[in-house]
């Protein structure tokens, strides 16, 4: 059963009062379960796709579906869509002083189960799940991704990942700015994470590196606002020796 239904859809951002279409008419069907990668050159969009799937209000979609679940969520707002299961990491996470970690992600759990979480059952969760990531359990009390390194914000964002369990993961560059063992350990954690959960994954990448342990279903190229190509992950093989130019 198809869990993301994008059909024809087009984006626009508000530039100086205008709006710009960045994406033209972009397709995508993801199943439950399944992991696609997202690959294209700099600027194609692929952030903007992700914003624009998450509801972001600064990114418009002027025409075609969203159909997620079952549902065209393309006029619901962002929090709705994160209620309904989906979850988006940021390319450069924000900085939050005198905003605990742990707090931010209790809320966030809140806000997207609409329940109250037990506080005693929260942090046995959260320490599970440092554990895990070989996060220093002190990292739960400390401001959000103040003074992280990019390795640990990274690590921040997975974390609230495996405590959201949602139902699709877009994941904008998690690898970037990472060192190579960092890179492959991120790998390691996603490839478990889509075992352990049935999520299913939009990864945008740049980096082979962070697939390796992937398997992958379908690999997407997208290019000035459209998606050029589509295949399986032999397609990240060729974008790897051929680059994009001749996709
Ligand atoms: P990618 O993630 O593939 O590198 P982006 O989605 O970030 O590409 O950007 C696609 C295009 O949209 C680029 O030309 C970029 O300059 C433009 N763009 C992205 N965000 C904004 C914004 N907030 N305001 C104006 N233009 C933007
Ligand atoms: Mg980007």
Known sequence: MSLLNVNNLTVSIEDD????????GVNIE?????????MGPNGAGKSTLGYALMGNPRYVANSGEIIFDGKNIIDESADKRAKAGMFLSFQNPLEV???PLSSFIRNAV???????????QFKKDLAKNMEVLNMDSEYANRALNVGFSGGEKKKAEILQLLMLSPKLAILDETDSGLDVDATEKISEMLAELTK???AA???????????KHLSVDKVLILKDGKIVRTGGDELIREVETEGFQNL
């Open 196 to 198: 352990e959960t049935r």
């Open 17 to 24: 009062e205008n709006l710009k279409e960045i994406l033209h």
């Open 110 to 120: 809140e806000s997207v189960s609409g329940k109250r979480v037990k506080m005693m």
């Open 30 to 38: 993801i199943k439950k379960g399944e992991t696609h990668v997202l």
């Open 97 to 99: 002083p005198g905003l």
């Open 201 to 211: 994954f939009l990864v945008i990448t740049h980096n082979m590196r962070v697939l």
